[in-house]
């Protein structure tokens, strides 16, 4: 190979990370611009009238006048585009609208069910990093059959659909063995099952990464120089191969936390837990537009914040990035 | 350090097998402290499995056996892994190839120096982080503060090497064991490393150097051993064995090194090729290429802008070989790119046969494409990896129109003639060739067309030593057999010796130093050219 | 890495024109050794196989009728009268099963197909249509990104109302991003790649470079991806049935299956767990397959 | 005094005879002990917290004066109460009304307010309190939809003294009183209606044995004990205020999830308890099983007459002969659900039924289908006719059926292919479902009606039930519309004598069973699964909603 010279450190690197902030707000807005203005646009394109969702659906005897009423109320009697701008201009100062059917601010129910959800969602995440992790670890040191059990125990758990793991943990844990309650909000024992449901499938995918980036690094040449140096496989396992195998997690994370959030949907109503996911479900059913978009909006937020999270974090873990 | 009494190591018919291949045979060696043997051979011979054997880290799937097996006066043979450890980085240190991937590019340079201190020394933390300055300090390296805050990534190729060896020379053992420690480096920097290596060992350590270049290592090296297929086939004082090689193979390593071959002398034995219907010598002297007060700048946010190529010209004439040399960072290659039409020059123009080239359009340039051919350092990433060898002549041949082999296997038969391949060649996967194949490959394809230029960059530095001979030989025999002119780009002085008519010397992208090769580098006016020639390895045959 | 390697799943191959040659006996990702390796590519061809003959002559496997309702044995657990028990209709849960794969896999592969195809048009226009598209499409994916799985198909469905038909068109655009940006990584790569160059330097033409190595090189991943979306539709499809927004009855839809059999979870188990398993086993096979796929396609 | 319905000779389980008991004990005004069964029910203790787990989806308003479905009865009956109720022989009785008359032309209904009856935020109960609650149900700006209807004849109100209300109606009706007795009509402060929709929702107040404390979405709605409570009717299980705490009113929308957390002890009772969990808690002695099936309608599948095929009585009998109902009842209700063969709730004393019209008879609906002119059969075996297949489309809202009803209509499905019927069942949301509805688009329909009384029947049988609401829903899904019927149920809703009401409302489901308008299946189910050391449980409402305020944990 010709020689390789590293390139040559940016100067000004306070200017790039302000890019790079701006960057992330710029994109995050947009993309709060986008999903606002996709479900405001889609909902008005569908058949179906939203005063009757706010009566209570189509199965209230809702009077003429009361829908009207109704209408009046959520201004949807006005032109299109003064709907669309004010709509913008509420989600802009804050105002995520009323909830149809519960006839009190989105943000407030919001505000009650975003901790249950974060909770949740950050457990799940801790766990699976540690059980993937901990597999990963595992397999390295053992031979190709404990790889192949790693692998084939990650692939299984990560296409275990939620609800179905839900249902059989219940019956295994709470029913057949009476150790775990199914349902308890209090008490922490509670969190056991969900969180365990959530988890399982992300430490499947996650592992399967972690896995190979941690092979990858094991077998490195710069592992075989700690050896010479007089490492211990558990040396290079500690201050390489860990780290090494942390950074697809990381990178992962966004993704992850996203996967989180739609499992939430599904283990929320299981577990029957207060929550993000099961409000968007009943919101959806109940055609409930100003639940379903702030929830859409809220998780959107999540997401881009988890991303320049993640992003930062890769950055702290890969130094690499900066400089290149 | 050791006492001279004993040997640095002693390997008596060490055998490593990996799985059913036997890969490294009966090889016996053995190493007197404070001085230098070198492990010579080619890629698969064996040499880097050997090397790794001697300090147990053969790899898991392997099994190593050996009559004697000494290091520092212990037998190692029946270590534990606990004791091996012990040993690895205390008595022996150990300098892989290729510091880029053999330091963790996620850790502080100066933490993987502190490993060794760390795991065998009680050292206090600061006294280590003292100990690791002196270190970079010792082995060259400018600001150690700073550099042990650096990453891998952001230092040059060659203060990593610096660094890997501060850290296998952190406790000075007596052994140290060098894997092709220069390979990826340029010549000036391999230069100072090797230096640097030979002043480890005037202060009495012993050292096992791996190289795959003969050239490299005679000026270091006490004692050669020259290993091919797993076994050593000559060994001797360095003196004998490169001044009267008993083993043929040795004689053949010998004689690819283009150092000091005049133009036209054959580096390898005779080929297996059918030669081209010689052409009419080429009689005409006008220019076939050339360039003009070329420049590019790359410009990149948030950093300074960055001038590769300012004001390059020279001329190519037909039938001749324009070497262009320097070191990475010279320019070479963006200026082949212009030349090639593939980057537009910011100013300056390059014109082919006289007519304005690098200014057209490059549906303008697409009618002239056939004249001008261009083999890479790396074929394989050239070659489309879903077509076989026989398609992508086919594809070549037919300027795109079909894929389908048949429709030209007599031109394609000719070709795998003229450079050499097997006719069997025509159904395989490029991948599945060798990398002299590939090139000899690559240069095929870059025939098809019939071109009139060849633009050649670094088209043998990722070759070994005799394969290497073996291109050069083909592309010297195909220029006069068909007349062709080259443009040939290397880092490799003495390769571009050996090619060019005329040369440029390239640094941070201007040509510092042009014309005739022998004149420019018999004479050399330029420091930087001067700093190149003492730089690049000469045989040290001693007469 | 970064997530832009990564759709749905990690596991999406990451383009690599060639790997670097090592110079020590490189160990292989997955474990080697016969039986693993017999296992890595038996278990999934058995599985998917098997389940594809089921989709094409389901009869030829299955010894019950999936529709004909028998009270009198209603709920009995799997033994020799019936594989894997009987539902609430007495219905042989492995016929239905069987018959089950034929709606759960079309759903699946359909909505693969969307997924793939909007990746596809996405992940080209980016790739190839310069830097201003590019920004447009990199931030179309970024919204869709960032209403995770079932989120944005709940979001869709709130929009257009449940039904097989949404719930296809749903996976499939909760699907699209990761491919797309996949597709778009891999052209981005191949573009720069010495490839081009060499082909340039023979004087093709951009779009004669495109069709013929661009493009299918960068398609040459497109059918890992495939089997391993298949999988993930399968399970998305699942999901969204269990919701009660899936196929209508009697299909033996497995997901539909499954959030039948859940009522009955404490009663007979059978009902939710054979159903699952089946999705389990697809979805694991399918990524079993397209990871030695991969590998293949690496080597 | 409040009584379970589970006097009737419905009762089935061991669980249900100890409530039936305990409430008879009760019945006899010195509270004394139910006899124990499996563990010892001892001497009620105050104290401790019911957690309830509900299946229904949670409520958007705690107010059942808003909108107004059974969800919101099931919660308010702790915390609201009605101007009449039942009692155990379906009797109807005042509760917090004292008395009431009607006059000559029944167009003027006088109501006496109980006196001395505070509600939980203070405010005495008087004839304006109940106007104003009058006029919050007639308020559109309320949505109600129950409560508006039950009320729809009031055309004029007036507080006569603090205790005397009197009530101008537009036509006689006399089923105003058992319209009072329904939850969606109870009685809440007058206050407390002042404020906004919103907070009214979150924390409604009224009289009852318990007050909301809080409400978080999702989790759970938290009452605790009305301290102050009088009971207006002296003397059910006990005197003063109930002996619970407080109730956790908590939302498991997964059934599988609810039986769960009921053997795990997570609560104590749960609603809507699946057949199968019924039989199975049957073989249990730590749970046991309420069964109060609702007032009003059975559930009954409606056949569409209004178009083809259906627009044919041989047709629809054709159907109704040819499905095997009994079969898949018995197969997946394991005998929690006895069949029905009236247009009325079994609990209802009007109520008539004719068994010999349903007799599963493939033959007969053979004949039937050729007279009607389906004589051909196509490719996969249905019957044609002029080359158009008889197919039927069912929409099942997946949110009314439970998943034993839905399973029942696949096997019709099934059973009626053997005659060479095809069903279309469509799964469908409850918008979706209503959607269907109102663009006309099914043949068969299977919708509860949960009302007090046979005057139900004018709202699911009557042709002004034809006419859609605004919002497009109309009751009368059998769409049948009979002059003669008509008549008969007006009659039969405005007549002041008894006889005559029960004979024409007798006349009116012979007419509309005979017409083959409708399918009865079974009550409207309404079974309850609790624990067993949750004792005095039984007392329900007049809709057949639970009351807790005799009841109390076991240590």
Avoid at chain 2, 359 to 384: C, H, M, T, V
Avoid at chain 3, 184 to 204: F, I, K, N, Y
Wanted: charged share 15%.
């Amino acid at each position: 190979m010709t020689p390789k010279t590293a390139p040559p450190r940016s100067t000004d690197r306070p200017l790039k990370a302000v890019y790079w902030v701006l960057g992330k707000i710029g994109g995050g807005v947009f993309v709060l611009w986008a999903v606002a203005t996709a479900i405001f646009f889609g909902i008005r394109m569908i058949p179906g009238d939203p005063a009757q969702a706010i009566m209570g659906g189509p199965g209230s005897q809702a009077s003429a006048e009361a829908l009207a009423q109704a209408r009046a109320d959520y201004g949807l009697d006005q032109p299109l585009a003064v709907q669309y701008f004010s709509q913008l201009w509420r989600l802009a100062t804050g105002d995520l609208g009323t909830s149809y059917s519960l006839k009190i601010p989105v943000a407030e129910v919001l505000r009650e069910l975003v901790p249950p959800t974060l909770t949740l969602a950050v457990l799940a995440l801790l766990v699976a990093w540690v059980l993937a992790l901990a597999v990963a670890t595992a397999s390295i040191r053992s031979g190709a059959v404990g790889r192949a059990l790693a692998s084939g125990l990650e692939i299984i758990s990560a296409a275990v659909p939620h609800f179905w793991l839900a249902s059989v943990l219940i019956m295994l844990f709470s029913t057949t063995l009476g150790w775990l309650p199914p349902v308890s909000t209090q008490t922490p024992a509670g969190l056991v099952l969900p969180v365990a449901t959530l988890a399982l499938p992300l430490a499947g995918f996650l592992g399967q990464v972690m896995r190979d980036s941690m092979l990858d690094a094991h077998t490195s040449s710069f592992a075989l120089s700690a050896r010479a140096r007089g490492e211990s496989e558990n040396g290079v396992l500690l201050r390489h191969a860990l780290r090494h195998a942390a950074l697809p997690g990381i990178a992962l994370s966004g993704w992850a936390f996203g996967s989180l959030l739609s499992g939430a949907v599904v283990v929320e109503s299981i577990f029957a837990r207060p929550g993000l996911g099961r409000s968007l479900l009943s919101a959806v059913t109940a055609r409930d537009i100003p639940m379903v978009t702030g929830v859409a909006l809220l998780s959107a937020a999540t997401y881009v914040v988890i991303m320049a999270f993640s992003d930062v974090a890769e950055r702290l873990a890969d130094p690499r990035i900066g400089t290149a | 350090m050791t006492e001279p009494a004993r040997p640095a190591f002693e390997v008596a018919n060490l055998n490593v097998f990996f799985g059913a291949h036997h890969v490294v045979r009966d090889v016996s060696l053995r190493l007197e402290p404070g001085s230098c043997l070198a492990l010579v051979g080619e890629s698969g011979s064996g040499k880097s499995v050997t090397a790794r054997a001697l300090i147990g880290l053969a790899g898991a799937r392997s099994t190593v056996r050996a009559d004697t097996m000494v290091i520092s006066g212990r037998d190692v043979r029946s270590l534990g892994q606990r004791a091996w450890r012990k040993l690895r980085g205390k008595d022996v240190g150990f300098i892989l190839q290729d510091a880029l991937t053999s330091l963790d590019p996620l850790r502080k340079i100066g933490r993987e120096i502190d490993d060794t201190l760390r795991l065998h020394t009680t050292l206090s933390p600061s006294q280590r982080a003292g100990r690791v300055l002196e270190l970079l300090e010792a082995v060259g390296l400018d600001d150690p503060v700073l550099r042990a805050g650096q990453l891998s990534g952001e230092l040059s190729g060659g203060m990593r090497q610096r660094a890997l060896i501060a850290s296998a020379i952190a406790l000075d053992p007596g052994l140290v064991i060098a894997d092709e420690p220069t390979t990826a480096l340029d010549a000036t920097i391999a230069a100072q490393v090797l230096d640097l290596l030979g002043e480890l060992r005037r202060q009495g350590s012993a050292m096992l150097m791996i190289s795959h270049d003969l050239a490299a290592v005679s000026r270091v090296a006490d004692t050669i051993a020259v290993m091919q297929h797993g076994r050593v086939v000559e060994s001797g004082p360095a003196q004998r064995v490169l001044a009267d090689p008993e083993h043929e193979y040795t004689r053949r390593l010998l004689r690819a090194i283009p150092a000091g071959k005049p133009r036209h002398t054959r580096l390898s034995p005779g080929p297996v090729r059918t030669p081209a219907p010689a052409k009419a010598a080429v009689s005409a002297t006008a220019p076939v290429l050339t360039a003009s007060s070329l420049a590019k700048t790359f410009k990149a946010r948030g950093r300074a802008d960055f001038a590769a190529v300012s004001n390059v010209g020279f001329q190519l004439l037909p039938g001749h070989t324009l070497g262009v040399v320097g070191e990475s960072g010279s320019g070479k290659t963006t200026t082949a790119r212009m030349v090639l039409g593939l980057l537009a020059p910011d100013s300056g123009s390059v014109e082919l046969f006289g007519k304005p080239w690098s200014k057209l359009p490059e549906s303008g340039r697409r009618p002239n494409r056939p004249l001008l051919g261009a083999i890479y350092q790396d074929p394989l990433s050239s070659f489309d990896p879903r077509m076989s060898v026989g398609k992508l002549l086919a594809d070549a041949l037919s300027s795109g129109a079909t894929r389908n082999p048949r429709a030209y296997s007599g031109r394609i038969a000719e070709l795998l003639g003229l450079v050499g391949l097997e006719q069997t060649l025509a159904t395989r996967n490029p991948e599945t060739l060798s990398g002299g194949q590939r090139q000899r490959l690559a240069i095929a394809r870059a025939l098809a067309p019939n071109p009139r230029v060849l633009i050649c960059d670094e088209p043998v530095s990722a070759l070994d030593v005799s394969i290497q001979a073996q291109v050069l030989d083909l592309l010297d025999e195909l220029q006069r057999e068909l007349g062709l002119s080259y443009l040939f780009i290397s880092h490799d002085l003495s390769v571009i010796r050996h090619m060019s008519d005329h040369v440029l010397v390239m640094q941070g992208g201007v040509v510092v130093e042009s014309g005739a090769t022998e004149p420019v580098f018999s004479n050399p006016q330029h420091p930087y050219t001067k700093a190149l020639l003492s730089a690049s390895p000469e045989l040290v045959t001693g007469e | 890495m970064s997530i832009t390697e990564h759709g749905i799943s990690p596991e999406n191959p990451v383009p690599g024109v060639h790997p670097p040659a090592t110079l020590q006996p490189s160990t292989p990702r997955t474990p080697t050794g016969a039986l693993t390796r017999w296992l890595r590519l038996a278990f999934p061809v058995l599985v998917l196989g098997f389940f594809a003959l089921a989709t094409i002559v389901p009869s030829w496997l299955a010894p019950f009728d999936p529709l004909a309702i028998n009270p009198v044995d209603a709920f009995s657990p799997p033994g020799p009268g019936h594989l894997l028990g009987t539902d609430e209709s007495g219905r042989d849960i492995y016929s239905r099963i069987i018959y089950g794969a034929r709606p759960s896999l079309l759903i699946g592969a359909a909505a693969t197909a969307i997924g793939l195809g909007l990746a596809l048009v996405l992940g080209t226009v980016a790739g190839f249509g310069g830097r201003w598209l590019d920004a447009g499409v990199g931030r179309i994916l970024e919204v869709l990104f960032a209403l995770p799985g079932l989120l944005l198909a709940l979001v869709f469905i709130a929009l257009a109302g449940p039904g097989v038909g949404t719930t296809v068109v749903a996976v499939g655009l909760t699907t699209a991003p990761g491919y797309a940006r996949l597709i778009r990584g891999q052209l981005v790569a191949l573009r720069e790649s010495p490839m081009v160059e060499a082909a340039t330097v023979l004087g093709r033409s951009r779009a004669k470079i495109l069709f013929t190595h661009l493009l299918p090189n960068a398609l040459a991943p497109i059918a890992v991806l495939g089997t391993l979306g298949l999988g993930q539709a399968v399970v998305w499809a699942a999901s969204l049935s269990f919701l009660g927004l899936g196929a209508p009855p009697p299909a033996p839809e497995w997901g539909a299956m499954l959030s039948a059999g859940r009522t009955y979870l404490s009663l007979a188990w059978w009902m939710t767990f054979f159903p699952g398993l089946a999705i389990v086993l697809v979805a694991a096979a399918a990524t079993v397959l397209s990871r030695a796929l991969n590998q293949g396609g690496e080597k | 005094m409040i009584h379970a319905r589970t006097l009737a000779p419905r009762v089935l389980t061991t669980s249900a005879m100890l409530a039936a008991a305990l409430i008879l004990a009760g019945c006899s005004s010195t509270p004394a002990p139910g006899p124990g069964a499996g563990n010892d029910a001892g001497t009620p203790v105050s104290g401790g917290t019911l957690v309830y787990a509900s299946g229904d989806a949670e409520p958007s308003c705690l107010d059942p004066h808003v909108g107004g479905n059974y969800p919101q009865a099931l919660v308010s009956s702790q915390y609201l109460e009605t101007l009449y109720t039942k009692d155990a022989s379906g009797e109807l009785i005042p509760w917090l009304a004292s008395d009431s008359t009607v006059s000559e032309d029944g167009l003027t209904r006088t109501v006496k307010i109980r006196e001395g009856i505070k509600f939980t935020d203070g405010t005495a109960l008087d004839a304006t309190a109940v106007i104003a609650n009058f006029k919050h149900l007639l308020d559109p700006k309320t949505a109600s939809s129950t409560g508006y209807l039950a009320l729809g004849k009031i055309k004029d109100m007036k507080a006569v003294d603090a205790s005397t209300l009197e009530l101008t109606l537009s036509t006689p009706d006399n089923s105003l009183l058992e319209s009072f007795s329904m939850p969606w009509v109870a009685i809440e402060s007058p206050t407390a209606l002042k404020r906004s929709q919103a907070d009214n929702c979150a924390a409604p107040v009224g009289t009852g044995p318990f007050k909301v404390a809080s409400w978080k979405k999702q989790d759970a709605v938290n009452l605790v004990r009305n301290e102050n409570y009088v009971r207006p009717v002296a003397a059910a299980g006990h005197e003063g205020p109930a002996y619970l705490d407080g109730i956790t009113w908590r939302f498991i929308p997964e059934a599988a999830t609810r039986y769960a957390a009921l053997q795990a002890g997570e609560v104590n009772i749960i609603d809507n308890a699946q057949p199968d969990t019924i039989a199975a808690a049957a073989k249990n002695d730590a749970i046991k099983h309420l069964d109060a099936p609702r007032p009003g309608a059975s559930n009954r599948i409606e056949m569409n007459s209004s178009k083809a095929p259906f627009d044919d009585v041989r047709v629809r009998e054709a159907f109704v002969r040819a499905v095997n109902v009994n079969a898949g009842i018995d197969s997946l209700f394991f005998g929690t659900a006895p069949r029905s063969y009236s247009p009325l709730s079994s609990v209802e004393p009007l109520g008539y039924s004719d068994e010999s019209l349903f007799g599963y008879d493939p033959a007969k609906a053979g004949e039937l289908l050729d007279a009607a002119g389906y004589t051909q059969r196509d490719a996969e075996g249905y019957r044609t006719k002029d080359g158009k297949r008889l197919s039927l489309t069912f929409p099942v809202s997946t949110s009314q059926s439970v998943p034993a009803e839905q399973s029942l209509f696949e096997q019709l499905q099934a059973t009626a292919k053997e005659s060479g019927i095809e069903i279309k069942l469509n799964l469908l949301d409850l918008s979706s479902w209503y959607g269907a509805l109102f663009a006309h688009d099914y043949n068969l329909v299977s919708a509860p009606y949960t009302k007090v009384g046979p005057s139900v029947l004018s709202v699911l049988f009557h042709s002004d039930s034809t006419i859609p609401a605004p919002s497009g829903y109309f009751a009368n899904l059998s769409q049948v519309k009979n002059p003669e019927l008509d008549k008969l149920l007006d009659t039969a809703g405005s007549t002041k004598d008894e006889a005559q009401r029960k004979d024409l409302y007798a006349k009116a489901q012979k007419l509309v069973l005979e017409g083959y308008y409708l399918l009865p299946l079974y009550d409207q189910q309404n079974h309850f699964l609790y624990s067993a050391k949750t004792q005095g449980i039984g007392a329900t409402t007049a809709v057949a909603s639970p009351i807790f305020f005799d009841t109390w944990l076991s240590k």
